[in-house]
């Protein structure tokens, strides 16, 4: 491999925390571009070259998207080490890739993924993602005294830009993390953890909601598709969409919303006026 990419997916590596996925996909770029250019370098690539080098290769939106990344990024880096005076591909334009829409459950669907798990942590980690919506990251990192049982509220802890935000937590939801501290003893540190103890990866919850969605014939939900559920269900049922907003922890959708917070009471009453799982059904 040339020396400027081995040295690039070295920084971002290191420096950035690359995922292996987005390594191995880099890596099989910038080489791909470096065969074709030679016996000349990388980095004396033109804009013409690259135009060229793109037009040779995948045309799905998304991958050509990808490999523009790709080659942004890389040119931004060589510019910061002194490699390169200029990038040939600040001309290049990435065309506009709209993100598929997660899997939305249904109610019925929603409340038998939470009832599949055999596990009684799977089943809280699985209510606790659907009732409150929280980010797969927020959802690992909650630990034992960020849970009000009694007020029925998750405080979020640095969720997404750092903020701090209070989420009500339905009664189903409410109940199965009952029955998983009195399983734990009641022990205090992270809400969800593994057979050693520690605290649940993200991978692993992801896992869990994936596997249990298999088990029921839903091949494609994760957690992701649970928080869509979740605010989906919300809105269908009539929930304020600042409201929803709030518990998500969206930044504001309009200017003109930037000013506006809602106290806790306000969530909680849309929230019990609205998510299907706000109430036990006994």
């Avoid at 953890?193 to 992801?206: E, H, I, K, P, V």
Wanted: proline fraction near 5%; charge should be positive; charged fraction near 25%.
């Amino acid at each position: 491999m040339v020396e400027p990419v081995t040295r690039y997916l070295d920084h971002l590596r290191a420096e950035r925390a690359a995922s292996p996925h987005t390594l191995r996909a880099y890596r099989a770029e910038l080489t791909g571009l470096s065969a074709s250019l030679s016996p000349r370098p990388i980095l004396a690539a033109t804009t013409s070259d690259l135009r060229l080098w793109l037009a040779q290769g995948a045309s799905a939106p998304s991958s050509l998207a990808r490999r523009i990344s790709c080659l942004k990024g890389f040119w931004r880096w060589a510019q910061r080490e002194g490699l390169a005076a200029r990038s040939p591909a600040d001309r290049l334009r990435a065309p506009r890739v709209k993100p598929p829409l997660p899997r939305v459950l249904q109610v019925d669907e929603a409340s038998r993924l939470a009832e599949s798990p055999l596990r009684l942590r799977d089943r809280a980690l699985i209510e606790v993602a659907y009732g409150s919506g929280l980010r797969v990251s927020e959802l690992v990192a909650l630990d034992v005294d960020d849970v009000d049982l009694t007020g029925r509220v998750i405080l979020v802890r640095r969720g997404k830009g750092g903020k701090d935000r209070m989420v009500p937590l339905g009664a189903s939801a409410a109940a199965a993390v009952a029955e998983l501290l009195v399983e734990r003893g009641g022990a205090a540190g992270a809400l969800f953890q593994n057979r050693t103890g520690r605290r649940l990866s993200s991978r692993s919850a992801y896992t869990v909601v994936h596997e249990s969605g298999r088990g029921e014939g839903f091949p494609d939900v994760h957690p992701h598709a649970l928080r869509h559920s979740f605010a989906t269900h919300l809105l269908s049922a009539g929930a304020d969409i600042r409201s929803i907003q709030e518990m998500l922890g969206h930044a504001s959708m309009s200017t003109t919303q930037r000013y506006t917070r809602l106290d806790l009471d306000t969530l909680q009453r849309a929230y019990r006026d609205a998510h299907p799982h706000a109430r036990r059904r006994d």
